[in-house]
């Protein structure tokens, strides 16, 4: 591979993929060592929430700029176009409403609806037609504003509701710069329909199938024991069970569950288990983790938000990697591997981990709840601080020279997109709607394993890949979807598919995101608040 001939007229060194020693001469990177398919010894997946493609993308690379108070966004020549809103998508869509951009003062929105049946509604077999009615609630979005307590005015072209307006790079304009120096995708999906925990679970395993017990939003499983106790102790993989979670029940391994709360376990296998089955350093960390239930901050409207949101966390759902006490590793050289903490981790103890040289092979970042970009409680503006503050810290580490970073996002929230996934898992239950009543897709045999309640792929979703190895300024249009996360693990460790039903199986590969024979010679470094690159801050 042209790589390969690059490291060795290079020097393994001129890369930066030789562990990193201590002054005692102690290795401190043991990821450094593993061996790779790729360049990539340190893979770090930002999973983000709540946001379609067009939502965010609509008008990329075309920022309206000329705002008082609106970072400028001006696209390099040359800058592909995405597959977004233009022409008679702006100007008479088939919609009840046009999309109509939003303005930075209009960052803190209501929430949508992004259920598992009305998204299937919105699609309106193929039209794109229902985004207001089913999951726009019909709120134009002077009435969203004032849900959340925002005061800006609304303005816009009558009707104008919430739930079909989009951003562009005048506010999510670290996402555009990053697009500029690095590759997204215009062509990624949520494995399935549905809310947060699909998302999260089709990250990590590929599949919402294998529910051993369930409330109200998984189907064909037997009630949980209500909350978590001591019986429900972690412990070894159990087989999957006969359910699916379609919507946002509780992991059952959870103590900061309360007892109203709907909880949930699966079994089967997720990436962590082939993880360990390598001996491989890897986590989960999330904002709030190690105080769950006090842990919190004030987003950009005054709002106070709790940091940590159970059903973010996916890990939890499963005995065999869950920590269901929230214990902390025992030690901070223990960040990554087997311990008490079961891989499962606070936030900080990632930079803990990185800044010691120890960054964990594989670790996936869940943001502090209003850092996260979920509509309602969190913001654009809120999640760029979260995204650039992270990166910016990741590009000064020396690991930073093997390290990949995908941007992706767990669902919708039922924001509109023009463009409806392919139908690849079909699923015939009470709760499907796509293509008729109680159906998305007529054939039985289409079903994946007979696994019922995963209609899919569902909405189209941002993603982008932050690395010294990703293409400059690139549009991938390669047809991906959460799972296409797990197929880069296992493919870039050697470990081997989940099985047993997963998307990994048919996932689209990520690897044309990458050109592993020109890696970048400098770093980009953004400014937080607006951003826009820092000056002087955009190179080694």
């Not at 999906?189 to 998302?199: A, E, H, N, R, V």
Request: aromatic share 10%.
């Amino acid at each position: 591979m042209l790589w390969k001939r690059l490291l060795l007229a290079m020097g393994a060194g001129a890369l930066g993929l030789v562990p990193v020693i201590s002054a005692s001469g102690q290795v401190q990177d043991p990821a450094a060592f593993s061996r790779t398919a790729t360049p990539i010894k340190h893979l770090v997946v930002i999973f983000q929430e709540n946001v379609s493609f067009d939502h965010y993308f609509a008008t990329y690379p075309f920022a309206a700029n000329g705002t008082k108070g609106e970072p400028a966004f001006r696209a390099a020549d040359g800058t592909p176009n995405v597959n977004g809103l233009n022409g008679p998508l702006l100007t008479n869509n088939p919609n009840l409403a046009n999309p109509q951009r939003l303005s930075r003062d209009q960052a803190l929105t209501c929430d949508q609806d992004h259920g598992y049946t009305d998204e299937q509604l919105a699609m309106d077999h193929g039209g794109m037609d229902m985004f207001v009615q089913k999951t726009g609630a019909g709120l134009t979005l002077a009435q969203c504003l004032a849900a959340v307590g925002n005061k800006a005015p609304a303005g816009g072209v009558s009707p104008n509701n919430a739930v079909m307006d989009y951003y562009d790079g005048n506010t999510v304009t670290a996402l555009w710069n990053y697009a500029q120096h690095f590759a997204m995708s215009d062509n990624s999906f949520s494995t399935g329909y549905g809310p947060s925990t699909p998302g999260a679970l089709n990250l990590i395993s590929g599949d919402t199938f294998g529910a051993i017990c369930g409330g109200s939003g998984t189907i064909n499983a037997p009630a949980c024991q209500t909350g978590f106790s001591t019986a429900n102790s972690p412990g070894v993989a159990a087989p999957q069970g006969p359910g699916t979670i379609f919507s946002d029940d509780r992991p059952l391994f959870e103590n900061c569950n309360a007892a109203t709360q709907r909880p949930a376990e699966m079994g089967g296998r997720n990436v962590g288990d082939l993880l360990n089955a390598q001996g491989l350093t890897w986590g989960w960390f999330q904002g709030g983790f190690a105080n769950c239930k006090t842990s919190t901050h004030t987003n950009i409207g005054g709002a106070t938000v709790n940091d940590y949101i159970m059903h973010h966390e996916p890990f939890q759902y499963y005995p065999q990697t869950s920590n269901p006490t929230h214990l902390p590793p025992s030690s901070d050289a223990m960040i990554g591997k087997q311990d008490q903490a079961n891989h499962q981790y606070d936030i900080s103890k990632f930079f803990t981990a990185a800044d010691a040289g120890r960054l964990p092979a594989v670790s996936f970042l869940k943001a502090p709840a209003f850092q996260d970009g979920h509509a309602a409680y969190s913001d654009p503006l809120d999640e760029q601080t979260f995204l650039v503050q992270t990166i910016n810290h990741l590009q000064r580490l020396d690991s930073w020279r093997s390290t990949a970073v995908v941007v992706l996002y767990d669902d919708s929230d039922g924001w509109y997109d023009h463009v409806e996934g392919p139908l690849v898992t079909q699923s015939q239950t009470a709760v499907d709607a796509l293509t008729g009543t109680g159906q998305c897709g007529a054939s039985a045999a289409k079903v994946p394993s007979g696994q019922q309640g995963r209609c899919g792929y569902g909405m189209r979703q941002p993603l982008l890949v932050v690395s010294p190895f990703a293409r400059t300024n690139f549009v991938d249009h390669t047809l991906t979807d959460q799972s296409s996360v797990t197929r880069f693990i296992e493919d870039n460790w050697r470990l081997g598919r989940i099985g047993a039903g997963s998307a990994d199986a048919f996932a689209g590969t990520l690897d044309n995101m990458f050109d592993f024979g020109r890696p970048h010679a400098s770093r980009l470094t953004l400014d937080p608040s607006t951003g826009q690159p820092v000056r002087g801050h955009d190179e080694d």
